[in-house]
């Protein structure tokens, strides 16, 4: 079967857009954090690069490209080159199917705003993201560095422990909304019948676990200066380094991205179809007001980073195990009760 040029041009576009995106985010989130932290300690914050401090992030990169690049003689050099380069790539991945906006009327073609919808979206973030892990444990583990391994073994221990909690939470959603397509699951939240109404318990969850998949405080023990020196990238420099903490940046971006698309309706702005504007500008505007949304989460990920303290490692796991999965299978069966009763 042959492919249209179109298409895969049309898809190439779509992918270089949202990988643009995605890095360009991941940058100035670095920028964001230190005007937030400052805002919240007041203080300036970074103001010397550039008007503002905007350049800031770009001095940061050609610093991270201009370190010298440093390989402990005594680690596993291609394990220790493929554990960042693995959390960069899956961090990315994840993109690939979230819709970013509506559609598009162009020369009478139609262009959805999305690289591709799956019928089964959400479990490939879930594989993807699982898949993730392995970036961090096989960088602490090549560094042959004791703070590394402990910071590897923290952070494989707490993904598995949290990714169980978020994945039954999602099992409420699919169960509400009966498709695991995340286009479908935005779709059924049009004018104002997002799922945080029908799934508030199920979004706490998912959020709480969002940070802990993403290792931002107070769930950030796999880095835990003050135990660990930096936790499982403490041999790492130069960009290996930045690729590590461009992936948390990233990560961040798309569990945003994908709380504002399960819970809060993804790029539905409630009622505008009533207005009669042209679609593609109903699409523009929805595409925005998702990003609003995106950033939101951001700002309410910095904000609970610059607020509250890291917990001990056996209260982060007594969270995962006591807590939040018993909350997440009562959340599955109260679900289940208000379907029977009440469809």
Sequence with gaps: MEIPVEFLLEK????????TVSLVIAMYSTYAERKVSALLQDRIGPNRAGPLGLLQPVADGVKFFMKEEIIPSSANKFLFVLGPSLAMMTACLTG??????????????????????????VLYIFAVVSIGVY???????????????????????????????????????????????????????VDGHWNIIYQPLG???????????????????????????????????????????????INMFISSAVMSAFFFGG???????????????????????????????????????????????????NLGWKIMIPLAIINIILTGSGILLFK
Aim: proline residues 3%.
């Design 12 to 19: 190439t576009i779509i992918v270089v857009a949202v990988f």
């Design 135 to 189: 970036g961090v444990m096989i960088g602490g583990w090549a560094s042959n560095n004791k703070f590394s391994l402990m910071g590897a073994i923290r952070a494989s221990s707490q993904m598995i422990s949290y990714e169980i909690a978020m994945g039954l939470s999602i099992i409420a959603l699919i169960m509400t909304t009966g498709s695991l397509s995340i286009r479908d699951i935005v779709e059924q939240q």
């Design 203 to 249: 979004f706490f969850i998912f959020m709480v676990c969002a940070f802990a998949e993403c290792n931002r405080t107070p769930f950030d023990l796999p880095e835990c200066e003050a135990e660990l020196v930096g936790g499982y990238h403490t041999e790492y420099s130069s960009m290996k380094l930045g690729l590590y903490l461009f992936s948390e940046y």
């Design 96 to 121: 690939a199917v979230i819709p970013w906006g509506s559609t598009l009327e162009i020369n009478g073609s139609i262009v959805p705003l999305q690289v591709t919808d799956l019928n089964i979206g």
């Design 267 to 317: 790029y539905d702005i409630p009622y505008i179809e009533k207005l009669g504007l042209d679609h593609n500008l109903v699409t523009i505007l929805g595409t925005g007001f998702f990003f609003f949304k995106i950033v939101l989460f951001i700002f309410l990920f910095m904000w609970v980073r610059w607020t509250l303290p890291r917990f001990r490692y056996d209260q982060l796991m």
